[in-house]
């Protein structure tokens, strides 16, 4: 039943009713699970209008604290990242299929990763963030001006957090190899 609830919402593009549904079926790792599923079924096609939609609705979720820590709790970032992740190999492995529609959805993301690196996140769980930003930097099939934006994201979150967090995020020995 939740399910056909959330696609309706996809369907039609609510973001705001997609909220409603979440909240009030409840937020939990099953709930979030299935959603990352509808995710992943719309991009392995090419339905980005309603991965726009989940990732709005998303935005509008971690706007409330309690919200946003709950689907910290529930791995909400390793989701986010892993739909990123997907986006980066669409670009790279089949480059015919991106479209406008792809593009601006990427840049979507983008400003979701840069809201959650906004709230407290633990160091590691913004140095995994900050990475995936690097992977996307370093690819050189992803035009020029999707790069672009990622540095500029990356330098934004930066800017963002403490002096000690971002110490501690160039002690990661990942982030300094790829720098």
């Known amino acids: 039943m939740m399910e056909a609830l959330m696609e309706d919402c996809l369907?039609?593009?609510?973001?705001s009713q997609l909220v409603s549904v979440l909240r009030k079926?409840?937020?939990?790792?099953g709930m979030l699970t299935r959603l990352a599923q509808l995710v992943q079924k719309q991009l392995s096609g090419t339905a980005y209008d309603k991965v726009a939609v989940v990732l709005k609705s998303l935005e509008i979720l971690v706007e409330n604290k309690d919200d946003l820590k709950m689907l910290l709790g529930l791995g909400v970032i390793s989701k986010v990242l892993l739909w990123f992740q997907t986006l980066r190999d669409v670009l790279i492995t089949n480059p015919q299929r991106s479209s406008a529609q792809l593009l601006?959805?990427?840049?979507?993301?983008?400003?979701?990763?840069?809201?959650l690196s906004q709230s407290p996140l633990p160091v590691t769980q913004l140095s995994v963030l900050l990475l995936e930003l690097l992977q996307m930097v370093l690819e050189p099939e992803?035009?020029?001006?999707?790069?672009l934006e990622a540095i500029r994201t990356f330098n934004s979150i930066l800017e963002s957090v403490s002096r000690g967090q971002r110490r501690?995020?160039?002690?990661?020995?990942?982030?300094?190899?790829?720098?």
């Open 142 to 147: 992803v035009p020029f001006t999707l790069r």
């Open 11 to 15: 369907i039609r593009g609510d973001s």
């Open 168 to 179: 501690r995020v160039q002690m990661e020995h990942t982030h300094m190899q790829k720098m």
């Open 104 to 115: 601006t959805l990427i840049e979507s993301f983008y400003d979701f990763l840069l809201l």
């Open 25 to 29: 079926e409840g937020m939990t790792n």
